[in-house]
């Protein structure tokens, strides 16, 4: 089994910066890459960043320029420094995972952390 563990949520105002955190564990041959979804109340979930193994990254263009997705390989865990945020940045941000182990190459999800940028 294989466990993804966000932190790093919270409240900030807006023009305030955050970082999440992702940790995969559990049973990994390989990590093919990993990425940041969100969902607003009332929206469909959408890709915010993602990474590949190798380091290219992919961001919306919502972000681009104010967020910044990193990942670290010893520890299987994956950042998103998120910075000059907006309102319309509030979310759930889903941890994101596609992952080789015993089972085959399978998508793994977080159980999510809350952003909420408001004065």
């Known amino acids: 089994q294989v466990q993804l563990v966000e932190s790093g949520g919270g409240l900030v105002q807006p023009g305030g910066s955050l970082r999440l955190s992702c940790a995969a564990s559990?049973?990994?041959?390989?990590?093919?890459?990993m990425g940041w979804y969100r969902q607003a109340p009332g929206k469909q979930r959408e890709l915010v960043a993602t990474?590949?193994?190798?380091?290219?990254?992919n961001y919306a263009d919502s972000v681009k320029g104010r967020f910044s997705i990193s990942g670290d390989n010893a520890k299987n865990t994956v950042y998103l420094q998120m910075n000059s945020l907006k309102p319309e940045d509030t979310a759930v941000y889903y941890c994101?995972?596609?992952?080789?182990?015993?089972?085959?190459?399978?998508?793994?999800w977080g159980r999510g952390t809350q952003v909420t940028v408001s004065s």
């Open positions: 559990g049973n990994i041959f390989r990590i093919n890459n």
């Open positions: 990474i590949i193994t190798g380091g290219s990254t």
């Open positions: 994101n995972a596609d992952i080789r182990n015993l089972l085959g190459n399978r998508v793994y």
